[in-house]
C-alpha cells in the first residue's frame, strides 16, 4: 500500500469505510497560514453522501477535526493531523460479498494482493478513502489561493451519453457548478443528466461520466521535468481517484486529429509575460506550465457496484449470481467534483513549493 | 528537474540534445541477470531517427556503452551505467530560434523556469532525452519477459484522422507491427497513414497520433493503491513522454458512456486463479493487476517543430514570423512505440518489485 | 518539517506537545498480522513519563488507539493510524518563555525555520514527539519477532560521568534491563547512576547518557549501500531522537585506535553460512548485516530544560536570567531506551523488505 | 542497492573498481551555475590514490568529464553527468580473494545479498566508488560558496592512537590542512602521525583515525526535523563512507558527562541575530542550524585489506590462510578528508533548497 503523495507538501492518508475513521497527516504544510476547519469542511460537505436524491442514502456528517498542527489558528509548519470519524456503519449490508468478489470492484485484486481484506464495504478502496485527500487538498489550495489568487474549478461535462456544451473556462466558478445537484454548468444538459441518473436508478444501474477541472492564474513555471512533467504529476493524481479511465490535458485524445500549424499556440504580449492566443497546450509545455489556464478532462467509469443481478462465480470459481445490497451511488461525478479539485491543489502547491526550492518566491505570476 | 523515476528500479537520465552524449543510471536492478549491449540496442535502434523516409533525416547510431554494474555478462546488483554518445550535432540549425520561443515548445517555459535554457535544439526537451528511457526499460522488460514471460507490445492505432481498425491484442507482436514503418499492425490503414504523413510533410505541418500498449502475462497483484494504483503510475509514466496529451485505461473514455451493467467484467475461473470474461477494466482494478492483459492508449499531439512559417512573437514580445530549419519528423508516433514500450516496463517492473517485498516471490501468475 | 521515515515500511508521525494529541499513520505494514493495541502499548508504557521519581511528574496515560488498518484482530496491509490524546496538559508553565528561547532548545531555530512556534512547551520539539515512533516501532518489531526471531534490546550503558561495566550482549533482555527504573542491567552501577540522577535533581540541572543497544537474529543482507547502509540508516534514525549527540557502530570511535589485524573480524563455520570470531563490525559489513548481533551506542545530550538559572538574552537580544517552571526529566536516557529500539525496529523491516524485493522470502537466517 | 542520496539535489552514482569508470548524475543542480571541469578536479586530485608514498601506489589520473547539464560554462538546471574512467586496473592482483571472503571486506555480506559479486577488487564496495560523492560534491560547495561564502573544512584530527591538539575551528583553512600530506593542522602531531603509518605499512598492517569537519557560515535553518534533523542526514552521509563507524555532532559522546547547566549554549546578541557564546550544541538545535558552526566527527576503521597473513576460512567454510596481494592504503583517513566535505556538502545543499522551498530566498545569514 502506497498511501503517501507528494515530495514536499506530503500527504498520508489513513482509513476504511467501517473501521473508526479516516484522516490524514499533511506534512510540509507552509507555516503561518489561517487554518481551521471552516476552511476544510466546506469541500468535505461537497463530497459527502446524501447531498441530493441522486446519490448514495448513506448519511454521513462528515465532520472533521484538526488533531495537530495549528495554534491559535495559525499553522505551525508541523504536521496536521485530519480525522473524520465514520459513523453511520452498516456492515451488515455486505455479507453475501464475502464469498463473491463483486466483479470490476477491488475485492478480488486485494485478496489475491494482501491475502486478506476487509470483511465489509470496500475497505480502503470505498470512496470513504477520498475524505483524506479532500481535507489535504482544501488546505493546499487555501494556499495557493492565498499567495497567487490561483482558482480551481471542476464540473461535470458529461453524464453517461449527455455532454455539456461549451462552458467558459475563464468564468466558470465553484457557485456556479454547484447551482445543480448535477454539478454541470450547462443549464440545458442538466435535466437530460439528471434523467439519465433517475432511470440508471430505476433499472438498478449505474452511470459514467466526466469531468473538466481548470486551473487559473497558476504562476509560470510549475512541474519539474522530466519525469514529473506537470501533465504527468496531474495525470497521476487524478488515476489514483477510484473509478477513472482516462486523463486528457488540454487538446487531449481530438488534438491528436489537427495538424501542428493549428495545434500550436502562437505567443503574444501578455501583462508581464508572454501569453499565447490559443491555449490548446492546456497551460503546459515542456511540461512547464506557462501561465495560461491549466485544464484537463477525467473519465469516471459507471460505479461497479449494481443493484441489478450479476451472473459471476464466487472465490472457489463457482458460478453464482449476485445481487448488492449496500447503498451506492448510481452516478459518482457530482461527488467527484471537490476529489478532482483537491487532487489538483495537491498537485500544484507540491508543484510550487519544488519551484520556489529552485528560484525563491520569485514566481512569475501567470 | 526531476530526472529520477521510479521508487525500486530507479532510473536517472540525463542529456541534452547537443552536449556529449546522453544516458541514464539504472539504481536497482536485479543481480545475476544475464546482460549485455545487445539486450539494448534493438529498442534504441526501433527508437532512432532516421529508420524511412517518414522520420528526421538526423542520423544517429545511437549505439550504447554499459559503463557499469555488468561483469561477465552478468548484471551485480550495482548501478547500470549507460551511454549513447552525442554525433550529428548540428546547432547552426537552430540560431534563428535563440531569440523567438517557439510555439507550443518548450523553448519559453524553460526559460522561465530555469533562467537559461540550452541555445540550440530542445536541450532536455528534445527527443534525444528519451534514449535513457529506452535503454532502461530494455533491461527492465528483459527481467520480466525472464521472470514471467510477460510481454509488452505497442503500436500506432491512429495517425492524424485516420484509425486502424480493431486489433487482436492477445496475438499482436513486435514483428508484426515492425512490418510496416508507420508500426501500424492493420494494413488497411497502413497506406493511409503513410499518405497522411507524406501530406503533412509536403505541407512543412505535422500530424498526431495515438499509440495503444498491451502488456500480457503480467502476475496478479501489481499496482500500489491508493496513490500508486497502477494506472495512476502507467499515467504519470506516459505523460512524462514528450508530446504526450492524453491517457486511457482499458475503457477508458468510451467507457464513461456505458451502464455499469455492461461494463462491469464478470469472473469466471481460468487457470489456477479467477479471470474476466470481458476486459473492460483493462487488467486493474482497485488499481491492483487482475492477470489480464493490462492496455492503455496514449495520445500524441502534433509535433510543435513545423517548417510553415508562423506568426507569433520574439522574447521580447514583438510580432516575428518563425520558420524552423533543423530536421524534425512530421509525425513521431511511430518512433515512440518503443518509448512506450519502454515506460510500461519501467512501471511493470517497479510494481513487481514492490509487491515482492510483500509476499516475496509467491506472485500470483496472470 | 518531514514527518515521514522509511522507504516501503514508512511512518507518518504527528502532533505537539500541547495539542489534541499525538499520533502515527503506518504505511506498508505487511498484511495479516495479529495486531491490537495491547501489542503497542507496553512500550508507550514504558516510554511514558511518571514512571518513577527519576522521571518529570507530568502523568499521562498514554493509551493508543488503533484508528485504522486492523480488523477481527488482523492488519489489512492498509494503513495503521495510530492515536494518543494528550491529557495532562499547563500552558501557563511555559508563559516565560515566549519571549525568551531556552538556551540548547529548539524555540530559536524553530521560530526562524518557520516564522511561528508552538507557544507552550517544545511543540514537535518536545518528547512526546516520540510516541509516534515508539507506537510505529512496536508494530515493525512484532514483525520481525514473529518473522525471525530478531531481538532488540536497549540499556542504559552510561549515565553522565557513570559508566555500567561489561554487559553480555548474547543473553541481555528486556526483562533484565527492566529490573531497575535506570534501566541499566550492571547492578553495581545503578546506585551510582541513580544517586548521581538524584544529585543532577537536586541541583536542578541535568544528565546525559549512553544507550547501547543490539540486535539479535537479524537476517544476513539487510543494507543497501551505497547510501543506504545498514549503519547510515541506523544512524540516521538514532540521530533523529531529540537529544541525541553521537552514534557509534560495533567498534566505534575506541575501534580507530585499533590496528586492522586485531580489528578485522576472522570467519568461521556457523550453522548454515559463515560467522565471526569476533564483531568489531558490529554485525555490519560493507553496508550489509552478515548475521551476527548489531550492535551500536547513542550518545544523549543532558536535557537543555533546567530549573537553574540560565543567563542568557530574550528573542530581542536584551540579557535576562531564564528560570524553567515546567515538568522535566533531570535525565532521559532511561525512558529513552524504547525509542532507541523502536527506531531501530522501523530502520531494520524497512531493510528486510527492501531485500526481500531483491530475493524473495529467501532471507538467509542468521 | 540504493545508489541515489538527496531530496532536491540528488546524486546518483555508479561505477565498480574494475568496469568502465565510476561517475554520478547530479539532478536537481540550480541553473546558472558557473561550472567547469576545473571547479570539480581539485577535490577529486586531493582524494585519488598516489598523492603521497602514505597512500596506495595505484596510480590513478581521476581525470573528471562533465557529459551533460552544462553549456558555455553555464549549468542548465538540467542533469549533470559527470564521468571518470577506470585505467589503472590489474584484476589479477585479486584471484585469491574469489574464495575467500576478506575479513570485514565486504566480500562475504554482498555474496550473500546479491548472489553475485564482483570478481575483483571490491567491486562497488571499492574507496573508488567515492568518486562520484566527490565530483557531486564538489558542484554542491560552490553553490554554497557563491550564495553564502559557506566554508567547510575537514582534517584528520587522529591516527591511530595519535591525537592532534586542538585547532582553531574559525581560522582553519584547506590550505592549512594540506600543508602536510597525513592532513592534519596540528603541525607537533604529523611526525607521530606519519611515524605510525609508516610503522603499520612496514608491518603490512592498517591503522584508522578520526576525521573533524567544521561547515562555517550555513545559514540559520537547515534541517528538517523531525526525521531528516540536520545533524541526522549528516549521520546518514557520514556513515554511508566506507570505513566509517562513528559520528558526533558538537559536543558528541564527552557531552553525555556535562551536566546540563554548562552543556547549554547561553545565547547573545550577534549580528542581525542571535548566537551563542558557547557551541557546544554544534550549531545545530532541535535539528536545525542556528547559525553557528556546525562541526562534527567521523570514525573510520583501520582498512580491512592488510598484507600480513590472516588465519580465515573460505567460502565453503575450510581454514585458510589469507594474504592480500592489492596495492592499499595503511591508513585512508588523510584521502577521506575530501570525501567527508563533499558529503557535508551535498547535504547542506539540499537542506538549503527544502528550506528554500518554505521561505524563498530569505535565508537568514549566519
Given amino acids: 500500500m502506497s498511501s503517501i ?48 436524491q441522486l446519490t448514495t442514502e448513506r448519511q454521513e456528517a462528515d465532520q472533521v477535526t484538526i488533531l495537530s498542527g495549528v495554534e491559535n489558528g495559525r499553522t505551525l509548519g508541523t504536521p496536521i493531523g485530519l480525522f473524520v470519524p465514520n459513523r453511520d456503519q452498516r456492515p451488515g449490508d455486505y455479507a453475501e460479498m464475502e464469498q463473491v468478489p463483486r466483479p470490476s470492484h477491488a475485492d478480488y485484486t486485494y485478496q489475491m494482493k494482501y491475502g486478506i481484506r476487509a470483511s465489509s464495504g470496500g475497505g480502503r478502496a470505498s470512496a470513504r478513502e477520498t475524505i483524506g485527500r479532500v481535507a489535504a487538498g482544501a488546505i493546499a489550495e487555501k494556499v495557493l489561493t492565498e499567495r497567487f489568487g490561483l482558482q480551481i474549478v471542476a464540473w461535470v461535462s458529461t453524464v453517461g451519453a449527455v455532454d455539456a ?46 469531468i473538466t477541472c481548470v486551473c487559473r492564474n497558476a504562476p509560470v513555471g510549475l512541474g519539474e521535468p522530466i519525469f514529473d512533467k506537470l501533465e504527468a504529476l496531474l495525470a497521476h493524481a487524478m488515476l489514483s481517484i477510484p473509478a477513472t479511465k482516462g486523463f486528457e490535458i488540454g487538446s487531449g485524445f481530438a488534438g491528436t486529429r489537427m495538424r501542428g500549424s493549428r495545434h500550436n499556440d502562437p505567443y503574444t504580449p501578455k501583462a508581464g509575460r508572454l501569453g499565447t492566443l490559443t491555449n490548446y497546450s492546456g497551460g503546459i509545455q515542456g511540461g512547464i506550465s506557462n501561465g495560461e489556464p491549466v485544464y484537463f478532462r477525467v473519465a469516471f467509469k ?27 451511488d448510481p452516478c459518482v461525478v457530482p461527488r467527484a467534483v471537490p476529489i478532482v479539485e483537491s487532487m489538483a491543489a495537491l498537485v500544484l502547491l507540491d508543484c510550487v513549493l519544488r519551484q520556489e526550492a529552485r528560484c525563491g518566491r520569485d514566481l512569475l505570476p501567470c
Fill in 165 to 210: 456544451g461549451m462552458i467558459d473556462m475563464d468564468a466558470i466558478s465553484r457557485e456556479r457548478v454547484d447551482q445543480n445537484s448535477v454539478r454541470c454548468p450547462d443549464a440545458s444538459a442538466v435535466p437530460k443528466m439528471m434523467a439519465a441518473i433517475q432511470a440508471a436508478r430505476d433499472a438498478r444501474d449505474s452511470l459514467g461520466g466526466v
Fill in 5 to 52: 503523495f507528494g515530495t514536499l507538501f506530503r500527504v498520508s492518508t489513513f482509513g476504511e469505510s467501517h473501521c473508526n475513521g479516516v484522516g490524514a497527516v499533511v506534512d510540509g504544510c507552509p507555516p503561518n497560514l489561517a487554518l481551521s476547519e471552516a476552511d476544510i469542511q466546506p469541500q468535505l460537505d461537497r463530497r459527502r453522501p446524501g447531498q441530493s
Fill in 302 to 328: 459507471p460505479p461497479a457496484t449494481i443493484g441489478r443481478e450479476q451472473s459471476t462465480v464466487d472465490f472457489g470459481g463457482r458460478p453464482t449470481v449476485l445481487q448488492a445490497k449496500g447503498r451506492h
